[in-house]
């Protein structure tokens, strides 16, 4: 490794009778002394977070950590009934589902978000609306949907949402992307007819966004919040295994239809 | 579904206009008004977990996050490198080397701890202290190491232990796997005249058995705190990348070297 | 590296030019000369399988590649339902679960039968009778099911048994674990008054055995065979999804129960 | 499941005394008659392939399977590692890295093949031509590369391309995709005037869509194909651990280098 200028890391680092963690003694500075989100946000930002910053990413980890059997959930909990040996095994199947389909709302919420921001004042609330407007009406030209709106099972309104917006407020963080999103979804239903609640994932998009982190890393704090829920359901498939009659109940009324294929 | 007792959880589910975790509103009696280490508890174990017990498993949480460019650190970056698409691909890929070698003293030392306690008054010192002496010499005689003493880098102590210690102190939390945990170790170095510190997945299983955790869900806890630390590597490989230039500095190292076989 | 007498590999290189794979010419020697099946026992094994091997090895693949709707390929295709921007996470979920439950079988059968072929002279059929009958009876004793034995839809004869033996024994290659396991068998339904077929796992782990791979590396084969499987789940998945309607049918069935914790 | 029309598939299924694979009798028609690669293209394809086929198909899987060191092998070495107890978690491991970045060549040469057929006659060799030229030339004026041309170590020539091109011919299998990939070539030397082998990746796509298989299942193959490679690497670290000492050393040099964040 002659020239190893890139073999370096800013996150951590130990000696025999230290660790480093972002610059700071993980034993004397930050266990006891920090929470856990905390550290995360010390993780990933490289910069310690406000206590307000923190009650915020706190309330973004904690609507995102659990929502019931979920896809993810079921695959995590099948993957326990072949392999219990294995819990790292069981977490990893559950993440691996936290694809586009269901987590992709809080970046592409963020990107569209910050698409329009970059274009516009922040600060003039008129012309943040007539920026909403007008991406919302391209958008739906286009046939596509406006991210961080509608959800399937909370039609009228996501209770994540309000509550997000009220804390965002409280902690003084109700920043250009929150108020946006707002906008956007007041400008979709009057450009539509139809109103459509900002979900859960579209508003903790916006508040990642107003928190500092770009699109592509609001995955990783899903990612961690998930991987609490998929624990806690682990915990539980212990006591009382779903996985094993869930197979079972497929098995039983699964129907096999042959191929069009003739035998060759 | 004809008989459906199995199919049914104690984890969270949703209406129209709720969300419900652990009987807890999600909305209104969860966000903002717990923390995530709080809201990990409450998944894992089922119950609220008091100041103290949050500070405890914040501290656990926090000593188990990082520790720099370790072998699961090294595989999340370089399957980052191939799939980018994927950040939970990444993180999953990172997870799976969460097992027996780095992971299992965790819960060994904690299952270790657990069967002494299981036939010793853990009120009376002297008994606990004999129980670890006879433990300790039953292990040694099998030639085992005894889990949670010893370190590669800490030889001497390692620095979360007497942090980890001065916290259960603190918090009203020092219980017996803990206390006999630092018993184990006195006797130990008793035996065989070699001083093993506790290390921090040592001290880290003894507090989460204290917490009241069975030894199957501990590294339950583990996964979570590394996904913090692997998303913070992650946005890390995004600005700096490492996995390309160290495959592409092995590629240049590595010998091959012809099999013994003879063609056939 | 200044002593890199670990960075070295016998499994493949390559130049400008050439790629080599245990130290044949990948273009010149392998492409269009060896099956897949050849390959995979050449990359694991180090040397060219002969033709009988190849057929065995053949017959073990397919045995293992597919059984309809397992928990992995469940797993597999909840997973693509969250993720289908991802197909390696929908097949890494899959193979995830491909634990000590399922899988476990392959190899415990191979350890069990190996340990039994250490001490005794398998060329001498009535010692091969009087080992089988000897482990038989110190495994019941202990409580312990013998392993390869049995079947949950295969309650008479596993229909992959006979035709693993008729094949190992029209290639030569009917060798001392297969025949081990049918004494095995024999010896268990005389001492239990019982008749349990052997499992196709469990002839796999012997097949496997006789081919010469230790146990710790046959679920290695078994991940190549049920690699094929869930891609082909996954292309079904793609034209057919049966991911979301069972999460819908999980979630519109799925009773939720409040835990015993009163709320704190 | 009221409704089950969704719980079906035409994969396999199993009776007391039966398995089917598609159709047939795994058993009777498949164990001992059929290689694995005829069973994984029966798997997905829901066809009997033709000797033809097999052996294209054989030489694409023997071509993808491996090629030594890469990021993928090395992230399944490091999670081996961490977690020996879990083969299938090491082997999910190096799979999840086969994402966009050295995979996605083999689809994106497909659809771009698939994208220019779909508007020519491919049996016109001139129309073909015109046909590549148009299209290497409007991806050049996009300044985005041609997919399936160049390699970082095979400047000259990947000595995968005349090998397959060479077997496609014998089997009478040299179909559309893969003329108009050598069209595609020859256009993009003469509109650029610097020479690009077709890649192993391009060609390895061409062939498969010359098999009748879609885009988004080319990289299915591939996976099949590399769990044979990162098998037989996990067999030679069992053997020879590569893991740990490439750990230690990156540990060993590795530098840490403090945050631009003046601690807060």
């Known amino acids: 490794m002659s020239d190893e200028t890139w073999l370096r890391t800013s ?47 706190d309330a973004v980890l904690v609507s995102l950590a659990d929502h019931g059997l979920t896809p993810t959930v079921l695959a995590a909990r099948l993957t326990y009934t072949g392999a219990p040996e294995s819990l790292q095994g069981a977490v990893a199947a559950g993440l691996l589902g936290a694809g586009t389909v269901f987590l992709g709302v809080v970046e592409d919420t963020a990107t569209f978000l910050a698409a329009i921001l970059e274009d516009t004042d922040a600060t003039d609330e008129a012309a943040l609306r007539r920026a909403a407007e007008a991406a919302v009406s391209a958008r739906t030209k286009e046939g596509r949907r406006v991210p961080g709106l509608g959800h399937p099972i909370h039609k009228t309104e ?98 096999y239809e042959p191929g069009e294929d003739s035998k060759s």
Chains 1, 2, 3, 4 share one sequence.
């Open 11 to 57: 996150i951590a680092t130990s000696t025999a009778d230290s660790i480093t963690v972002r610059d700071r003694d993980l034993a004397g500075e930050l266990m006891g002394r920090v929470s856990f989100t905390e550290l995360t946000f010390l993780l990933v930002a490289g910069r310690r977070a406000t206590a307000e910053e923190t009650r915020l990413l």
């Open 158 to 255: 996501d209770p994540r949402t309000p509550r997000m917006y009220a804390i965002a407020d409280e902690t003084g963080l109700l920043g250009p992307h929150l108020r946006l999103l707002r906008l956007v979804a007041k400008a979709h239903a009057a450009a539509t007819g139809k109103t459509l609640p900002i979900n859960g994932a579209g508003v903790a998009g916006a508040a990642l966004a107003d928190l500092g982190f770009p699109p592509a890393l609001m995955r990783g704090f899903a990612l961690v919040a998930r991987t609490a829920g998929i624990v806690g359901h682990l915990a539980e498939e212990m006591a009382q295994p779903l996985g094993m009659p869930l197979y079972q109940e497929v098995d039983r009324r699964a129907v």
